[in-house]
């Protein structure tokens, strides 16, 4: 596994496994394979209802809190001070953790300054390692740059290799924060598992397309969360530390780029 290291010095794997959608028993058995697998870092949310068996998950792995990097956010119901501090609390006796190490703010709402502060709050008291928000484009960081007292170690966006916004990976590199993926597959929308480009490259590596589509983002200083309910895709998600890609295939990948967000982000 690779890390990267967040301005504060906190060490963060740079694949981890994404939980939208995986709760339940099903979710249980998916995340207790991902950690059998190796990955180290879980991102859930209050949004996906399932930090209850993310937390399960991690005590029957046997692993020790310290092994596993939980990932949490806080998301639109929690929209004042108050209720982003009752709400962490929530997240933190689902999870069965007194700490979190990460806590991001899922989107930017209107009342994200009241929200921020609380979690500047929960970061000094202990109960996160580090702070950071999430779909926040350039001049929505920048702003609340400008206005808080603890920068974002953090910013989870949409990025694949449709989307993967090296520019805003710079601007917000230049400030000491660390870009994160959500959706590196597209979620889907498109089929990047057949992508050609991907599948040739990849076949020069005997790498899928999948493989060489989170090496592309890794490659450029881009943290990622494939999720899969599939062991061997897990498997094949997580082997991706054992190749690089040439300054020349990561041009060519580049060309598969488009200007707009799959998910209608502005
Ligand atoms: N901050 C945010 O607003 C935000 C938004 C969206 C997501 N997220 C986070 O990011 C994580 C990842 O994003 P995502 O779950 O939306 O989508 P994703 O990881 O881009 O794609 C998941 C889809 O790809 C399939 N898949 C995974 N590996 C595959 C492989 N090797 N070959 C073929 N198919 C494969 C999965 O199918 P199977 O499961 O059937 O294998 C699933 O349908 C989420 O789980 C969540 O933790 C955050």
């Not at 740079?14 to 059998?36: H, K, N, Q, S, V």
């Not at 029957?60 to 609390?89: H, I, M």
């Not at 202990?126 to 926040?136: D, E, L, M, T």
Request: proline fraction near 4%.
């Amino acid at each position: 596994m690779e890390y990267f290291t967040l301005y504060n010095g906190v060490k963060m794997p740079a694949l981890g496994f994404g939980t939208w959608t995986l709760r339940g028993e099903e979710g249980r058995r998916c995340i207790g394979e991902a950690l059998a697998v190796g990955y180290r870092l879980l991102d859930t949310a209050r949004m996906y209802q399932n930090e209850e068996t993310v937390g399960q998950a991690v005590r029957d792995s046997g692993l020790g809190r310290e092994e596993v990097f939980l990932t949490t956010k806080l998301w639109q119901p929690s929209n004042s001070y108050q209720k982003a501090k009752s709400d962490l609390d929530r997240s933190l006796q689902a999870l069965g953790t007194d700490y979190v190490d990460l806590l991001l703010l899922h989107e930017p709402y209107p009342e994200r300054l009241e929200m921020y502060r609380a979690m500047e709050e929960a970061y000094k008291a202990g109960k996160a390692r580090a702070i950071g928000v999430s779909n926040f484009n350039a001049e929505e960081y920048e702003s609340l740059v400008q206005q808080c007292e603890i920068r974002p170690a953090v910013n989870q966006v949409e990025s694949h290799v449709y989307y993967p916004r090296l520019e805003l990976c710079r601007t917000l590199a230049a400030q000491g924060t660390q870009m994160q993926s959500w959706a590196p597959f597209t979620e889907g929308r498109r089929d990047l598992f057949h992508e050609p480009i991907l599948m040739e490259i990849g076949a020069a590596h005997g790498k899928t397309a999948a493989q060489t589509a989170l090496r592309y983002l890794v490659q450029n200083g881009i943290a990622v969360i494939p999720k899969s309910a599939h062991r061997e895709r897990m498997e094949e998600n997580f082997a991706v530390f054992d190749f690089s890609l040439t300054g020349e295939e990561m041009a060519r990948i580049g060309t598969l780029k488009g200007p707009d967000s799959l998910f209608g982000w502005p």
